[in-house]
């Protein structure tokens, strides 16, 4: 039996290859291992956070986090070229842009270990994120190319990768997205930080957005996240508002001076289905995240994107995403439609059904066979 090693960095990487896992084990004709690079570590990743998403423990931990990016991804290159020279798999799948996902793809491309590549021809254009330099190689050097929206397969043709290896199958984190949900529907959520929130602004006419902010370019400029932060106040005077806050992002609302006022409550970071349980029912999310744009669309939430671009365009074309850019009177604009009741319904993209990760699966399983 042919075995594949998952390679995950961070914790929405997790999100990604759980449905995979699941589809592994139900087809049972591949083995495989998880391996956690440790590229990040939390405390919400133990037996809890994995069991929600369904899948056993990683198999490898290699704690090649911390430093650089340069040392991050140098200390994950060498702990896994170990790993794969100690026990070889007949295949490597990594996800996403993060650094885990270039620094694994890279050693295996060079022990001749065939690379598949989850969530491939993604492009923002925008070579000032370091996520757009993670994509573009990790997609020169892939074998297999497992894609989630009509952009990439445009994007890995144009630059001449073989159409046979460009598979578009719909997204994982969309699977991932549907189990959980199905999951919450039968969860007691009165436990979750964000219940009395939710609770105090839900109901007889009453409503809320959720905010997340965590790209450098938005919140490590003064000015910017100055901008950004009126933004926010104008909006919270007509709609109650809540943040979740990264760590970086807080320190620097209070290295900034910036106050949000009394109508935008900010919390620590959330887990995934507390937070799930929350951005469900906003009626609005206002982020810079990648993923919660795609999540927003596959579940109809109106989503203002606080970027001057996005790698998922899919989500603007067919789905409830507006790409409002950083200008605070568009930003309050594009929020002000959504309260008219004018925001943007859009629809589900195709293949965003929930069986992805099947079809990951089989078309692996195919590729293999081929050896």
């Known amino acids: 039996m042919p075995t594949l090693y998952l390679v995950a960095g ?26 956690h690079t440790g590229q990040h570590y939390d405390r919400e990743m133990n037996d809890v956070f994995f069991e929600e998403l369904g899948i056993p423990q990683p198999d490898v931990f290699m704690a090649a986090g911390g430093g650089s990016h340069a040392q991050q991804t140098a200390k994950i290159m060498v702990a896994f070229e170990e790993l794969c020279q100690a026990q070889r798999p007949d295949a490597v799948l990594v996800v996403g842009d993060v650094n885990s996902t270039l620094a694994c793809s890279i050693v295996a491309k060079k022990l001749q270990i065939p690379v598949a590549h989850v969530e491939a021809g993604l492009r923002s254009g925008d070579m000032a994120m370091p996520e757009e330099i993670n994509r573009l190689v990790t997609d020169s050097i892939s074998d297999w190319f497992f894609v989630t929206e009509p952009s990439g397969v445009e994007h890995l043709r144009r630059e001449g990768k073989p159409a046979d290896a460009i598979h578009y199958v719909g997204h994982v984190m969309v699977d991932n997205l549907l189990y959980q949900a199905g999951k919450l529907e039968h969860t007691d959520t009165s436990g979750f930080e964000t ?88 009626a609005v999310v206002l982020t810079d995240s990648g993923g919660l744009q795609e999540e927003t669309t596959a579940l109809g939430v109106p989503c203002i994107t606080i970027r001057e671009n996005t790698e998922r365009p899919v989500t603007v074309d067919e789905g409830s995403n507006v790409l409002a850019g950083t200008d605070p009177a568009v930003i309050l604009a594009e929020a002000r439609k959504v309260l008219r009741g004018e925001g943007k319904q859009g629809r589900r993209p195709q293949l965003w059904d929930g069986d992805a990760a099947v079809r990951i699966v089989a078309l692996l399983a195919r590729h293999l066979q081929k050896g």
């Not at 929405?12 to 004709?29: D, E």
């Not at 929130?197 to 965590?214: C, Q």
């Not at 809540?242 to 970071?269: A, E, K, M, S, W």
């Open 10 to 35: 961070a914790r929405p990487n997790f999100m990604k290859i759980a449905p995979i896992v699941r589809a592994l084990q139900a087809h049972g004709g591949i083995g495989f291992r998880i391996i």
């Open 195 to 282: 219940s009395a929130f939710k609770a105090a602004h839900s109901g007889a006419g009453r409503r809320y957005g959720v905010v997340t902010l965590h790209r450098p370019s938005n919140v490590d400029d003064a000015a910017m996240m100055q901008r950004i932060g009126g933004a926010l106040r104008d909006i919270a005077a007509d709609l109650p508002l809540i943040f979740p806050v990264h760590p970086r992002t807080r320190g620097n609302l209070q290295r900034f001076g910036i106050d949000l006022g009394p109508n935008v409550t900010l919390i620590g970071p959330q887990a995934y289905m507390a937070f799930l349980n929350l951005w469900k029912d906003a």
